[in-house]
């Protein structure tokens, strides 16, 4: 992939910039041409540099997270402020009508080049290939844990191809040294690229400094689960303090200006989202009230911010008095209650449509201008499911509602309570605007491929 991800990024640069050099040299915009040339040569090549040794081509970063989309940014904001500075100490002006419309146009189709490369490389891996053979090193719930988060994952590229437990005494030298030399052989003889340690009480400080040293040479990546797994992204950030690497632990960011923030986004989305979506609305509208009487919108009593209680807006996509029937059908959150949710006879003909494609959901765009909602955040909850939680969940209820969410893009009715909770505190913890964005643009996709919508 790394090959394929220099070659993809070549051959952008060249297609970027030899066509503003064409340009320039067709409309002698400069008087030696072989200049030009030479100025092009070198903005391609030391932004390649530059890419790489912003970790641009690191495989750890191709596929998943941000950090590879940081570094074409990164990198191209350098090459720009390394440009200005020379011309300056040279005392000389680079060919701007070359040099700005090239790093514009080349970081626009760089990032979009990764985005396509990431795609594709998402189906393939879904596909089982360009996995890493990966050792799982743990024993008990945690490193079952791990392995499935690995296997619902298969976009992140780990394979899990066996599992060991760590020594009985980590203490022992003599037995840790049998226990390195097994795993060692074991790695060998099953060609494993990836070694992921869960978290136990018999994995010892010495016991990963030992294994990363016999890890070291054969190019094999060791990836720890730490404590604070389920606390990531801006809240964990490393503090050096008394000579240790210590990890600084933030509170969550979803109070004061980063509130503020939230709701501006929520407004800048969702009022030219209404104002588009009227006619849809109204076509809807019709729709329900023909099919079955009763009123076009379903009002319920949702659990918002703080624990407080509001009314959620939505298209009705029940008959009348459906509430009543609930108990009956629903029951309590089970392993069975995606099937009696998939086979609820409640549901109109049109109400079929509207749930299939999320159409329901749209009045609570008015929730989100009424500020009783956001555009992302955990899905509201009924005053029925408020005994349900546990003393952590109530942790969900920090931020307002939203009318998508985690739970949304991972599955919705197919997603187990347990698992909801979870990502509902993930959210919590992780909140960040980039975040809400990420869930934004995955919920279109979410929404055409109808997973779990009934």
Not at 151 to 168: C, H, L, N, R, S
Not at 228 to 246: C, E, I, K, M
Not at 322 to 351: F, S
């Amino acid at each position: 992939m790394v090959l394929r991800a220099f070659v993809l990024d070549a051959s952008i640069l060249t297609v970027a910039i030899s066509s503003y050099v064409w340009i320039m040299v067709q409309q002698n915009l400069l008087y030696d041409r072989l200049e030009t040339v030479l100025y092009g040569v070198a903005l391609g090549a030391g932004w390649l540099v530059l890419i790489l040794l912003r970790r641009g081509y690191d495989e750890r970063f191709l596929g998943v997270g941000w950090q590879e989309f940081k570094c074409i940014i990164t990198a191209s904001a350098t090459l720009l402020a390394m440009i200005s500075v020379a011309s300056y100490v040279a005392k000389r002006q680079p060919p701007l009508r070359l040099v700005l419309p090239s790093l514009l146009t080349g970081m626009v189709l760089l990032l979009l080049g990764r985005w396509l490369l990431r795609t594709w490389l998402g189906h393939q891996r879904v596909r089982g290939r360009f996995q890493q053979g990966t050792l799982v090193i743990g024993d008990g719930q945690r490193a079952a844990a791990l392995v499935d988060a690995f296997a619902a994952d298969p976009v992140a590229g780990f394979q899990v191809i066996g599992t060991v437990a760590p020594p009985a005494d980590p203490d022992s030298s003599g037995l840790l040294d049998r226990w390195l030399d097994e795993v060692t052989e074991w790695i060998h003889l099953h060609r494993v690229q990836a070694v992921a340690v869960a978290e136990s009480s018999a994995v010892e400080p010495e016991l990963l400094r030992r294994l990363a040293w016999r890890l070291e040479g054969p190019g094999i990546d060791l990836l720890v689960s730490p404590v604070l797994s389920d606390v990531a992204g801006p809240r964990v950030s490393a503090r050096p303090a008394a000579g240790l690497p210590l990890l600084h632990l933030d509170e969550p960011t979803l109070t004061g200006p980063a509130r503020a923030l939230k709701r501006a986004v929520d407004l800048a989305i969702t009022i030219p989202a209404v104002i588009v979506a009227l006619p849809l609305f109204a076509l809807i509208a019709i729709a329900v009230k023909l099919d079955s009487p009763g009123h076009v919108f379903y009002f319920s009593e949702r659990i918002g911010r703080s624990g407080e209680a509001f009314r959620c807006m939505k298209f009705r996509t029940m008959i009348s008095g459906a509430d009543q029937l609930r108990a009956d059908v629903i029951g309590d959150p089970d392993d069975e209650i995606a099937e009696r949710y998939r086979q609820d006879p409640r549901i109109t003909r049109v109400g079929v449509v509207l749930r299939r494609w999320s159409l329901d959901e749209l009045p609570q765009l008015f929730n989100v201008l009424a500020g009783s909602m956001s555009l992302v955040g955990p899905r509201p909850l009924l005053p029925d499911e408020m005994p349900l939680l546990g003393e952590a969940d109530h942790r969900r209820h920090l931020t307002k509602p939203g009318l998508t969410g985690l739970w949304q893009i991972s599955g919705r009715k197919e997603v187990c309570w347990d698992d909801r909770m979870r990502m509902d505190l993930h959210y919590i913890e992780s909140w960040s605007i980039a975040l809400d964005l990420v869930v934004i643009v995955k919920t279109a996709k979410a929404v055409v491929t109808g997973r779990g919508a009934y």
